[in-house]
Nanobody, 124 residues
Framework: QLQLVESGGGLVQAGGSLRLSCAAS????????MGWFRQAPGKEREFVAA????????RYADSVKGRFTISRDNAKTTGYLQMNSLKPEDTAVYYC?????????????????WGQGTQVTVSS
């Protein structure tokens, strides 16, 4: 059974750090592009970061560039999002997603599988 399970969210003060994890099962993780998205209350789901199947190429939203780092461990079928220098505007539910296109995608509609999300709250 296919599953994507995010973890690592929580409450942190501005300037702090969190590391999100996305554990995948029920599919061949290494054959999928992985992305992270977030959705704040009343807003649309937005792209945060994506990484190619082998991990060699990454892409970031301008709002997180230089603060967030996406990575993956295909042997552990797990992806990560290291978030540093967090800001209150980073507060959202964060989702990991997998897509079976061979190129980096940034649109939610291009991803096939989604986790249930993990809440990240940054206090000022």
């Amino acid at each position: 059974q296919l599953q994507l399970v995010e973890s690592g969210g929580g409450l942190v003060q501005a300037g702090g750090s969190l590391r999100l994890s996305c554990a995948a099962s029920g599919l061949t993780f290494s054959t999928y592009v992985m992305g992270w998205f977030r959705q704040a209350p009343g807003k649309e789901r937005e792209f945060v970061a994506a990484i190619t199947r082998g991990g060699g190429t990454t892409r970031y939203a301008d709002s997180v560039k230089g603060r967030f780092t996406i990575s993956r461990d295909n042997a552990k079928t797990t992806g990560y999002l290291q978030m540093n220098s967090l800001k209150p505007e980073d507060t959202a539910v964060y989702y990991c997603a997998l897509g079976n296109n061979p190129f980096l995608m940034t649109s939610p509609g291009q991803f096939n599988y989604w986790g249930q999300g993990t809440q990240v709250t940054v206090s000022s």
